[in-house]
């Protein structure tokens, strides 16, 4: 029973890595989509606090097991909401009518 106690939580552990590292995916995606106007350096700040965290958490993961990552996938989920606010007003700035009267 221990056994299949500790497969359950390596698996659940992987979940939350998974989800983890697929958000920080998506972030850079975005990164590499808009990156280089307005928000090029809040972008690279917000990436670097993300890997700086994932690399802590993987150390805390040793210790501590799938709460370390739970904790981390809200900080992701965070950082992912953050890009995808950055994609809609780059997106909006791309499109924005000419202007008839300066």
Request: proline share 1%.
């Amino acid at each position: 029973m221990d056994t299949q106690h500790n497969i359950i939580k390596l698996y659940k552990m992987n979940i939350h890595e998974k989800r983890v590292n697929s958000l920080n995916g998506y972030c850079w995606d975005i990164f590499n989509e808009y990156g280089g106007y307005d928000y090029n350096d809040e972008m690279l700040y917000q990436l670097q606090g993300l890997r700086d965290s994932i690399a802590e958490c993987e150390d805390d993961a040793v210790k501590f097991g799938d709460k370390a990552w739970e904790g981390m996938v809200e900080e992701a989920e965070t950082t992912y909401t953050w890009f995808k606010h950055i994609e809609k007003i780059r997106e909006l700035q791309e499109d924005i009518p000419t202007s008839l009267y300066c």
